[in-house]
């Protein structure tokens, strides 16, 4: 009981800018959403504690997740474990990669695991691995698409491109809400290594148990799926979670985004191409210029996270909570942004 508590508390560190509702606090959604994931993830992980504070967000998360990831179906655990660390390594999540690159150590081999997280995909020795690591990669990027001649049936694009929509939303709220890396960073290359091999050993039983698909979407009331989201269709568990998750981050936008920083958002969304932004944030300054005066803040923290979520920062929040105050809002704003995106990124890959 004393080192799971100790556990608890080292994990709740890792959340940055807002206060996590401790396991042994919650009640409500929060408490029911922590005990489906302690019973499937053995533990209440940070990406989970980090959306606390908005319940219904939290929820949402969980849903999207763990429908496509975590339940048996159409695809294996490594595939999905391949394309989660892809996702991860596109939109620049080291927290994520060393999350998801751990769990390949035990279901392929370090040498697939570390070729996706050195970004090398072409080094993969597995072909199957190497098609999806190389699909999900670039899964963003429209113009890429045909350099992949990847056939997939309704169910496998419904969990595959599930992960990919999961992910490209995860990553977002890992880089705004986390601590940079899983892993100590003063880590050599070879420790790395050994500390990977050692979790991944006791991470084996939990990637390799297949979860009853449906078991999350009483959380959330039903709700329509959006077209953009027809992917979704070849399994009705994803379908009706991502309907579901896709409702509640539409009304924390609502709650939480100001209407001029939706609409510019969505307006970048329609001609993104899946580019990189690049070092400097000038192009989010000129986008944001034109906003009233408490809308910039939201909008500056609102395009980041959609399309760089890497470079939100202290002085990024900090200017944010000078006018919008409370945690929920500062969740739901990131979380809504994120979600845009990652729906957007989906909605590429319909067949």
Known sequence: MVAARVVSSVVQRQVKYVT??????????VAEVYRQATDEM???VPPLLLHSPAPRTLAAYWMLMREPLMTGGAVDRLAKEAVASAVSVANICPYCVDMHSTGMYDLSTEHDAEAIVADRVEDIVDP???????????????????????TLTPAERAELVGVVVAFHYLSRMVNVFLSSFLLPPQLGSRAKRRM??????LLHDILLEEHPAGRSLSLLPAADLPPEAGWALGNPAVADAVAR???AFTAAG????PPRVRAL??????TWQGADTGLSR????????????????????ALLAAFASYQVDEETVAEFRAWHEGDAVLVETVAWASFATALAVGSRHLR
């Open 20 to 29: 996590p509702v401790a396991p042994t606090a919650a009640d409500g959604l």
């Open 42 to 44: 053995r533990l209440v």
């Open 128 to 150: 199957r691995v190497r098609t999806l690591a190389g699909w999900a990669r670039v899964a963003h990027q429209p113009a890429a698409f045909p350099a992949f001649d990847l």
């Open 196 to 201: 990977k091999r050692g979790v991944s050993r």
């Open 245 to 247: 998750a896709n409702a």
């Open 254 to 257: 609502e709650r939480s985004v």
């Open 265 to 270: 958002v969505a307006a970048h969304l329609d």
């Open 282 to 301: 000038e192009w989010c300054e000129r986008a944001i210029a034109d906003l009233p005066e408490p809308d910039r803040s939201a909008g500056r923290l």
